[in-house]
């Protein structure tokens, strides 16, 4: 087992030394006064006394500061007192009224800025779930009654003083100016498009004929007066008519009323279903016609508006070929010349009277036969042709696609292929010499329509990428637009009034998958 260790006798300290070494070192404690004492034992509760010390001090010294600003007759101070002196008042009423001022002069007059962000930052919403309220203009006086408007052209000027405004959806946006504007801006429009568009409507104002018809004055695409008859001053009308209503410009805006109010009296100065005639044009000039027809009494309710619409959409549905086309002349049997572009016209003015709400007998079962026609015409590319059979043609492609959009097939497989050939052959064309405004037309509302699908935004994006910087920028200083890519029966009110149309697309129509 483990021995204890035994130290040797030398290494051990006698006791007598050990304790003399005690007292050498011990040190005995200083003398504590009264006071060192009394810190010592109470530096906590010294330390509070001391704190509160020093706040009491702060809050006398703000105290004083705000009693002194209130003497001084500082009426804005939250801590002023209840009896402010009759001349601090005064000063103070002079202060708001002056502010009242300011802000007045810094309201903006008639120019208004918009911005907006990248298309590519966009995120597009559901527009189908949009609830629009407080529609403009907003008219007291209640809509015409058939007696009050009769068929008497000479009543239509008062007839025109009443509107009732029931829009459907898929139009309201365009009637409320801050919907639009916010349209505009969520869509990717800029202040160049809203801009463009207004120029665009005083040069349609200025060129307007007494009658209020549009062609008289018209120009080719090489600056040559036009012959116009009554299917181009038709068609024409037409035309400028929708480019004012799409920018809610009614009977009684400020600065269009009279316009619209003389266009909306020629286009009902003849009767609504009488013969087209021989040849192509009146198979253009009539559903054009009934296009804006409908579209203002959707618009403005006036009970002879309703007559002519009606009337004329039942030509429209009459004149259908049985293949579901629509041929020269509203010709019938299987020799006649239909195609996609008289077709084209036609199933948009059939859509603009399903807007209207009136009861229309074969509207369904025309436009159902169409969207048939309409899909036999697209090539295996995804164009569509001109005629079935054919092949496709650029000119063409929104044609069909927009058809198919409005009429229950925006989800079709012929829709999304024709969607994707437009954005990659015509959405990259930036030269107003290359641009074919029949073709975009079409093509700007069929890539808008297509953001009312899931996952169609992407087509609407690459469309509008150089879209509204081309047309924009290519305006003549007058407010028209000159002549680009060469098309039959090209004419400086045809040009005008399709930019328009096109640049409106912001707000003109919702995306809709819905009749």
């Not at 139009?171 to 429009?189: F, T």
Request: glycine share 8%; aromatic share 8%.
């Amino acid at each position: 087992m483990d021995q204890e260790e035994v130290y040797p006798e030398e290494n051990q300290i006698p006791q007598e030394e050990y304790l003399e070494e005690q007292q050498t070192v011990s040190v005995a404690p200083p003398l504590e006064g009264a006071f060192s004492k009394y810190m010592r034992e109470y530096r906590l509760l010294n330390s509070l006394l001391v704190s509160l010390l020093m706040l009491t001090i702060i809050m006398s010294s703000i105290w004083g500061m705000m009693m002194g600003l209130a003497l001084s007759g500082e009426g804005s101070s939250d801590f002023s007192d209840g009896g402010t002196a009759p001349a601090a008042q005064k000063q103070e009423k002079q202060k708001v009224v002056k502010l009242m001022q300011r802000q007045k002069k810094a309201q903006p007059t008639t120019q208004q800025t918009f911005r907006t962000t990248a298309i590519s930052d966009i995120t597009l919403p559901d527009f189908n779930e949009l609830d629009v309220k407080d529609l403009a203009p907003v008219v007291e006086a209640a809509a015409p009654t058939m007696s009050a408007a009769g068929m008497n052209n000479d009543k239509m000027t008062k007839a025109m003083a009443g509107i009732g405004l029931a829009l459907p959806k898929t139009m309201q946006q365009r009637c409320d100016p801050k919907k639009r504007i916010a349209r505009l801006k969520s869509g990717g429009g800029k202040t160049m498009t809203e801009t463009a568009i207004v120029k665009g409507l005083n040069w349609l104002k200025a060129t307007q004929s007494e009658d209020g018809s549009w062609g008289a004055k018209d120009k080719d695409e090489a600056g040559k007066p036009i012959k116009a008859d009554a299917h181009h001053k038709k068609a024409m009308t037409g035309m400028a008519l929708l480019c004012y209503l799409g920018h809610c410009e009614l009977q009684d805006s400020p600065d269009f009323g009279p316009t619209v109010q003389k266009a909306i009296k020629y286009i009902t100065s003849m009767p609504p279903d009488e013969p087209v005639g021989a040849g192509n044009r009146g198979s253009y000039s009539h559903p054009i016609r009934t296009y804006a027809l409908c579209e203002a009494y959707t618009m403005t309710k006036i009970k002879k508006l309703e007559i002519y619409a009606k009337r004329a959409a039942e030509l429209v549905i009459k004149g259908q070929n049985e293949n579901g086309g629509w041929a020269y002349a509203y010709g019938k049997g299987p020799a006649a010349h239909t195609d996609l572009s008289v077709a084209g016209w036609n199933i948009q003015a059939l859509k603009a009277a399903a807007y209207t709400g009136i009861e229309i007998s074969g509207l369904d079962e025309a436009m159902d036969k169409a969207i048939k026609y309409v899909k036999e015409c697209q090539d295996k590319a995804g164009k569509f042709a001109y005629q079935r059979g054919k092949g496709g043609k650029a000119s063409l492609t929104g044609t069909g696609v927009l058809s198919l959009q409005i009429w229950k097939n925006a989800k079709s497989e012929e829709a999304e292929k024709g969607l994707e050939w437009i954005v990659q052959n015509e959405a990259v064309i930036t030269e107003w010499s290359k641009v074919d405004v029949y073709g975009w037309y079409y093509n700007a509302q069929a890539c808008f329509q297509a953001t009312g699908v899931s996952g169609g935004s992407k087509f609407w994006k690459a469309w509008n990428k150089d879209f509204q910087k081309t047309v924009t920028s290519n305006q003549a200083a007058d407010g028209h637009w000159p002549h680009g890519n060469h098309f039959h029966g090209d004419s400086d009110v045809y040009r005008t009034t399709m930019a328009i149309l096109m640049l409106e697309v912001y707000y003109r129509y919702m995306p809709t998958t819905k009749v």
